[in-house]
């Protein structure tokens, strides 16, 4: 109980950096120990991260194994960190992709392995310490920390428009973070005002309150950063070149935890901070995510490049995430959350798999392939069962999220749901016809005919991958059982203060005549 194992999860990559500093990379040995290092301290990391789940109560609705320490004392910023039943997954699910990811970079990566794997371990650190950090400060640093490491991933390593794909997901990110920074600090401030205390400690922070203009001001502002990075149309357009260029260990890191840094900031900040802003704005996100889900698959539909078209159903598959956290149902939010972990496992597994054929032949385009079912067998079973999972057949892991978030929407918007629906029929199509046309009808290429299949270095990443999506298809209550408690007491959070909101804000209404904004907050803390 007293061991900070929040921490030692976090920053347990930055012993991998500190190893990895001191040696050298010249010969393809050198270059082989450097992966090795790299992946034994992402295993580290996984392995240490399941004491979490072994310490985890799940009869607990708020923050457990939490960490607090003076920071910067003369601002109120805390060293504060926490977990719940909502970031409990994320942070397994970025322990698990990690060293996944890094395996698979063993034959790709040929060019400055160091820094390389440099920046995917200090990419995981900041990844884990967004999803635990309880400070808004603190928050900030890692979730701006993420953006360097992503930023050189695809600008180093990445395809021939490498540079323009890294400046555009560097610069979008970068003016929703700027924007949410200035609305933390007024946020601080008026927590100030109504309290006397200065501080960025988001449980406080919690019980701010605010007029309702601010309030709705604040929360577009959180929104509009968040819904970058998850990304929401129409703010969607960097993430199909940013995966494109990436290389397959960018993007599945990417497609795998990085989106979800949007749908986790909606999660933990921006709705229960504002809880009026977000009634107010719900209509709208509901409407923009089934926009999303059947733009996305649209879109994904007539791609001529696998990769691109991958890249486009995950603009359709977050369009549900965000569709069952604005529901505010528990089958919702509940179906949000393990969609995001499927996505993660789902997509991240797809960007794997067009890794592995790009690696034989060097292209992407579908009309470059046909028929290598016959010719790689063991891959095209692999990219059946992803496939599968992607479109949510029943026993995979896509079908339950699906179905809570769909069940949850009907609940509440009976047109959303019908609509959202049809994006699980597009999703059919796209990613059945694209399978079709690569694996299946006769060899018309001559290059596709000593195409190797799957070895064992691949075969080990993708097999946890394929044993998750029957595990959570199968057996989604293990799973669900630890966001019971956690997402009720979230939807509590938004709801009841809402309506509470709404009644303060009949209040200024009412008696904003009788004087200037001082008035108003008398009267409110009365």
């Known amino acids: ?81 926490g977990i719940d039943g909502i970031s409990f997954w994320l942070v397994l699910l970025t322990t698990f992709l990690t060293p996944i990811t ?51 991933i695809i600008g180093v390593w990445g395809g021939e428009r490498r540079i323009y794909a890294a400046i555009k997901f560097f610069l979008y990110t970068a003016v929703g973070s700027l924007l949410m920074l200035v609305c933390i600090i007024g946020l601080v401030y008026f927590h100030k005002q109504n309290t006397g205390v200065l501080t960025f400690d988001l449980i406080e922070l919690y019980r701010t309150t605010l007029p309702r203009t601010y309030e709705l001001l604040f929360f577009a502002s959180f929104a509009f950063a968040f819904a970058i990075k998850v990304p929401m149309f129409p703010l969607h357009t960097w993430l199909p070149d940013a995966h494109v260029e990436a290389p397959t260990a960018g993007s599945v890191i990417l497609a795998g935890v990085l989106l979800k840094m949007g749908t986790y900031g909606f999660l933990r900040f921006a709705m229960p901070l504002f809880p009026e802003g977000c009634a107010f704005f719900t209509p709208a996100l509901i409407t923009l995510s089934v926009i999303g889900i059947i733009y996305g698959a649209l879109v994904a539909m007539v791609q001529p490049d696998i990769k691109k078209l991958v890249a486009y159903s995950s603009v359709s598959h977050l369009g549900y995430c965000m569709l069952g956290l604005f529901v505010l149902t528990r089958q919702g939010v509940e179906g949000s959350v393990l969609q995001m ?38 891959y095209a079973t692999v990219f059946l069962i992803v496939t599968l999972s992607s479109i949510g057949v029943p026993s995979t892991n896509g079908f339950i999220g699906e179905f809570l978030i769909l069940l949850g929407t009907f609940k509440v918007n009976k047109i959303a749901a019908v609509l959202a629906a049809t994006g699980v029929i597009l999703g059919a199509v796209y990613m059945l016809w694209m399978f079709q046309r690569v694996f299946y009808g006769k060899v018309t290429n001559p290059k596709n005919l000593n195409i190797p299949d799957l070895n064992l270095r691949e075969l080990v990443y993708l097999a946890p991958l394929i044993l998750f999506i029957f595990w959570v298809g199968l057996f989604p209550n293990f799973f669900l059982n630890k966001m019971h408690k956690s997402v009720d007491h979230f939807i509590a959070q938004v709801q009841v203060p809402a309506v509470h909101q709404h009644h303060m804000a009949r209040v200024d209404s009412e008696y904003a005549a009788l004087g200037g904004i001082n008035d108003i907050m008398e009267l409110r803390s009365k």
Do not use: C
Request: no cysteine.
């Open 102 to 152: 890094i395996l698979s970079t063993w034959s790709a990566i040929e060019k400055r392995v160091k820094e390389f794997q440099i920046a995917m371990l200090v990419l995981e650190t900041a990844m884990l310490g967004t999803f635990v950090a309880l400070d808004l400060f603190l928050f900030y640093v890692f979730w701006e920390l993420m953006l360097i490491p992503m930023y050189l």
């Open 1 to 81: 109980m007293n061991t900070p194992i929040l921490t030692y999860v976090t920053f347990l990559p930055l012993l991998g950096v500190l190893a990895i500093l001191f040696l050298p990379q010249k010969s393809d040995r050198q270059k082989n120990i450097i992966r090795g290092v790299a992946l034994a301290a992402s295993l580290l990391t996984f392995l240490a991260s399941l004491s979490i789940y072994a310490g985890f109560d799940a009869d607990v609705a708020g923050f457990q194994m939490i960490e607090k320490h003076s920071w910067i004392p003369s601002y109120g910023i805390t060293y504060h960190l």
């Open 341 to 378: 972990l499927n996505h993660g496992i789902s997509t991240g597994a797809l960007f794997l798999l067009v890794g592995v054929v790009y690696e034989r032949r060097h292209t992407r385009l579908i009309k470059e392939y046909g028929g290598i079912a016959r010719i790689m067998p063991v």
